[in-house]
C-alpha cells in the first residue's frame, strides 16, 4: 500500500509501453469467440446445449406469437443441428442503418439486433434474434440458413459467425415458409464434446408442452442414440403443463388425488400464466418454472409470486378453518413436497445474465401472486377434503421443521469469534474462497495422501469415516446425530437447509474423491445424495465436482501411465506403448496406497487432472427426484422395481463376481 501512496513507483522492463496502439478493439463477433463463457456460461456439455436452446427459443417465439405452429428439431452425423419452423421467415430486405446488408446478415453478425427489443414483432418473447442467433453463429463452424418468405427461398452460409456466401436467391417456392437454420458447433471453442440426443429430444418435449398450440416433430440419426431415447417422435399435448406435470410424477403418492392447475391471463395485455401443482406424500419435490418458454433454473420472480400466493392462500383457509397452527406454515413447508410446473409469459422479460437462468423482472411478481392467489382461492374452498388434507400435511411439516430449528446450528463466523472447525480438517490458506477447493476424502489413509498432495495454499482436505449416512432415507434425528456430516456442514461454513446462506461458503469448489472402485463409487453416491437433498443450492451452482482418481498404474522403464478403469487400461495401453514392450500393471487398493506425488499429478493437480461437475438441468429434476427417491429412498420395492426394469440393459461380462 505504500508503493500506492507516498512510495516510490515500480520500474517495470525499459522496452514496456503502453499507448493507444495497446488498446485492443474487437468488431463484430470476434468477443463471443474470445470470450464465450460471458455469453453461454462457459464451454461446458451445458454451453454447448445453450446454441441449440437458443436456437429452438427463437423459433418457439415464433409460435408462440401465433405465427407458427410446427418445429421440426433433427440431429445428423457430425454433431449438425437443423432447427426448422414455418413462421414469418427472417426479413432478407436491406436493413434500413446498414442499406449494403440484408436484415438477414445483420441479425446473425451484429450482438443485440432483432425484431424483439421494441415488442412491435412480439408481445412476448424468449430467444433474441440478435443475442441468440449471433451468438450461435459466432460459435459455430458452420452456419447455413434458409429463409422461405413471400414465396421466395433465399439462403446463406456463415463460418465461425462470417459469412461465405452473399444472400442467394434460390428460387420460388409453394406451400413453405419460415426459418431453417442448420450448424455445426466449432470445435475450436467445444472440443469434441458432441450433442446429447437424450437431451435434445427432453428440451423438445419440455418446450411441447409449455405451449399447446405447437407441434414439434424429433428426429435423430439412429446410430447416435445410446440409451432409449426415440429416433422420431412427433411432440403435441394438448394438456400443456398438467400433461408435463403427470408425466413427471407418474405413480408417486400425492396429498390432494388431482393436481391444481389452470391458466390466467394478466391485465392489460401484459401477459399470462399456466401452472399445474400437486404435493407428493414422500420425497423431496420440484418446480420447473419458465418465462417465455425459457428454463429458468435459478427461480426468479415469478417463483416468487406462485410462493405467495401458496403460502398466503393456504394460511387464509387455515384461518377460515380456525386453524391456529396455520399462521407457522411458510414457504419451506409448502414447497418442500410441491411438484409444479410454472410457465409465464411477460412482456420485456428481463433476466440475470446472458444465459437467462432467472427471471428478473418485479412486475413478474405481483401479476403472478395476484394471477394465482383468487384461483388458489377457489380451488381450496371447493374442496374442502381435499384442501383440509393439504393443510394438515403442511402443518405437520412446519411441526417437524420447527422441532429441527430447537437445535444448536453451527455457530456463525464473526469478526471476534473463530468458526469452529473440524480437527481433522486440513484447512488452506487463501482468504479468497472462491479460489479455494475443499476435497472429500474416504479415510485416514487416504487422507494423509492428499494432504500431502495438496497446495497447502489453495486446497483443503476432509477426511470422512466410512460409508455416511445416506439421507434420503434417514430420519431427521440421525441427520442430526451423524458426526460426519456435522463435520462436513461445520468445514463448509454455509450451513444447511433453512439454515443455508451461500455467502458463507468457505470454498468456491468442493470435490468428492473417492477410490475408483465399487466401494469408492457408493461412498461417492451417498454424498452426492446428501448435496441433493440437504444442500442443493450448491449443485444448481456448479459447485459439486467428482474427481477422477486412476485405478491403475502402467510402468515400463521409466514411462508411467494411469488409466482410470478396465476400459481405459486396453486404451492407454495401446496408446502409450508398443505391443512388445513389457508393461508392469499395477492396481491400487485406495487413495491410501497411492504415492502422494502420484496422487497430486492423476487427480488434484489444476493443470493435470479431470473433474466431473455435478449438474442438474432443469429439465430433468423431475426425472432425478424419481430416481434418487427409487435408489436412494425408503422402499426397497422401488429398488427392486428399478432392477426389474433395467437388468436387460446390464452387460453380464460387467457384473463382479
Not at 478493439?25 to 461446458?44: A, K, N, Q, S
Not at 418454472?289 to 433454473?297: D, F, R
Not at 499429478?601 to 461437475?613: G, I, S
Not at 422402499?635 to 446390464?650: H, S
Amino acid at each position: 500500500m505504500n508503493d500506492l501512496f507516498g512510495g516510490r513507483p515500480q520500474k517495470g522492463p525499459a522496452n514496456q509501453s503502453y499507448s493507444a496502439a495497446d488498446i485492443e478493439v474487437l468488431e463484430g463477433l470476434e468477443p463471443v469467440r474470445r470470450r464465450p463463457g460471458m455469453y453461454i456460461g462457459g464451454t461446458d456439455e451445458n454451453a454447448l446445449h445453450h446454441l441449440a436452446a437458443e436456437i429452438l427459443d427463437n423459433s418457439m417465439d415464433e409460435a408462440v406469437a401465433g405465427h407458427a405452429d410446427r418445429i421440426e428439431v433433427t440431429l445428423e452425423p457430425g454433431n449438425r443441428l437443423t432447427v426448422r419452423d414455418n413462421g414469418r421467415g427472417i426479413p432478407v430486405d436491406p436493413h434500413p442503418k446498414f442499406p449494403k446488408l440484408s436484415a438477414l446478415e445483420v441479425i446473425l453478425t451484429t450482438l443485440h439486433s432483432g425484431g424483439k427489443f421494441s415488442g412491435k414483432a412480439y408481445d412476448t418473447s424468449g430467444g433474441l434474434h440478435g443475442v441468440g442467433s449471433s451468438v450461435v453463429n459466432a460459435l459455430s463452424e458452420r452456419m447455413e440458413v434458409e429463409v422461405a418468405r413471400d414465396r421466395t427461398l433465399f439462403t446463406q452460409a456463415y463460418e465461425r459467425g462470417k459469412p461465405v456466401t452473399k444472400l442467394k436467391n434460390a428460387g420460388p417456392v409453394q406451400n413453405r415458409r419460415g426459418t431453417t437454420i442448420r450448424f455445426t458447433p466449432d470445435q475450436e471453442i467445444f472440443g469434441k464434446q458432441l450433442f446429447s440426443p437424450a437431451r435434445l429430444y427432453r428440451l423438445c418435449r419440455s418446450k411441447a408442452y409449455l405451449y399447446k398450440g405447437v407441434e414439434i416433430r424429433w428426429s435423430c440419426d439412429p446410430e447416435l442414440i445410446r440409451d432409449e431415447t426415440p429416433a422420431a417422435a412427433t411432440l403435441h399435448f394438448p394438456g400443456g403443463l398438467s400433461d408435463f406435470l403427470a408425466a413427471a410424477v407418474e405413480n408417486r403418492a400425492t396429498v390432494v388425488p388431482a393436481p391444481w392447475s389452470g391458466e390466467v391471463s394478466f391485465p392489460d395485455g401484459q401477459g399470462r400464466a399456466e401452472w399445474a401443482v400437486t404435493w407428493l406424500e414422500q420425497g423431496d419435490g420440484f418446480l420447473s418454472a419458465y418465462a417465455n418458454t425459457i428454463p429458468t433454473p435459478l427461480g426468479g420472480t415469478h417463483e416468487a409470486g406462485l410462493r405467495n400466493a401458496l403460502v398466503k392462500g393456504l394460511r387464509a383457509y387455515g384461518e377460515l378453518k380456525k386453524e391456529k397452527r396455520a399462521g407457522g406454515v411458510t414457504a419451506e413447508d409448502l414447497f418442500g413436497g410441491l411438484a409444479g410446473m410454472l410457465s409465464v409469459f411477460v412482456r420485456d422479460p428481463q433476466f440475470q445474465g446472458q444465459t437467462k437462468d432467472k427471471l428478473t423482472s418485479p412486475e413478474a411478481a405481483k401479476l403472478v401472486e395476484a394471477g394465482l392467489r383468487d384461483h388458489f382461492d377457489h380451488w381450496l374452498t371447493g374442496d374442502t377434503r381435499n384442501a383440509d388434507n393439504l393443510l394438515a400435511w403442511a402443518i405437520e411439516r412446519a411441526e417437524e421443521r420447527q422441532r429441527r430449528r430447537e437445535q444448536k446450528d453451527t455457530p456463525r463466523k464473526s469478526a471476534t469469534r473463530r468458526l469452529r472447525l473440524p480437527g481433522k480438517l486440513a484447512d488452506c490458506s487463501l482468504e479468497n474462497a472462491a479460489a479455494t477447493e475443499l476435497f472429500l476424502v474416504e479415510g485416514d489413509s487416504a487422507g494423509g495422501s492428499a494432504k500431502q498432495a495438496r497446495d497447502r495454499q489453495t486446497q483443503a482436505v476432509l477426511p470422512l469415516r466410512g460409508k455416511i449416512l445416506n439421507v434420503a432415507s434417514a430420519s431427521a434425528d440421525k441427520l442430526r446425530g451423524n458426526q460426519e456430516l456435522k463435520d462436513l456442514i461445520e468445514a463448509l461454513g454455509c450451513g444447511a437447509g433453512e439454515r443455508f446462506d451461500m455467502n458463507r461458503l468457505r470454498y468456491g469448489r468442493v470435490v468428492i474423491m473417492t477410490d475408483a472402485d465399487v466401494d469408492g463409487a457408493h461412498i461417492a453416491a451417498l454424498l452426492m445424495t446428501f448435496f441433493y437433498k440437504e444442500l442443493p443450492e450448491l449443485v444448481r451452482q456448479g459447485r459439486v465436482f467428482l474427481a477422477q482418481p486412476p485405478l491403475y498404474r502402467l510402468q515400463s522403464g521409466a514411462v508411467s501411465v494411469y488409466a482410470r478403469d478396465d476400459a481405459d487400461l486396453e486404451r492407454v495401453r495401446k496408446r502409450s506403448f508398443k505391443p512388445s514392450q513389457k508393461v508392469e500393471v499395477s492396481r491400487f487398493k485406495g487413495l491410501g496406497e497411492m504415492p502422494p506425488m502420484s496422487l497430486k499429478e492423476t487427480t488434484m493437480d489444476p493443470r493435470k487432472r479431470t473433474l466431473l461437475k455435478v449438474v442438474l438441468p432443469p429439465e430433468e429434476r423431475a426425472q432425478t427426484a424419481e430416481l434418487l427417491e427409487a435408489l436412494m429412498g425408503r422402499k426397497p420395492e422401488l429398488r427392486f422395481r428399478f432392477i426389474q426394469e433395467n437388468a436387460a440393459r446390464l452387460d453380464a461380462e460387467a457384473v463382479d463376481a
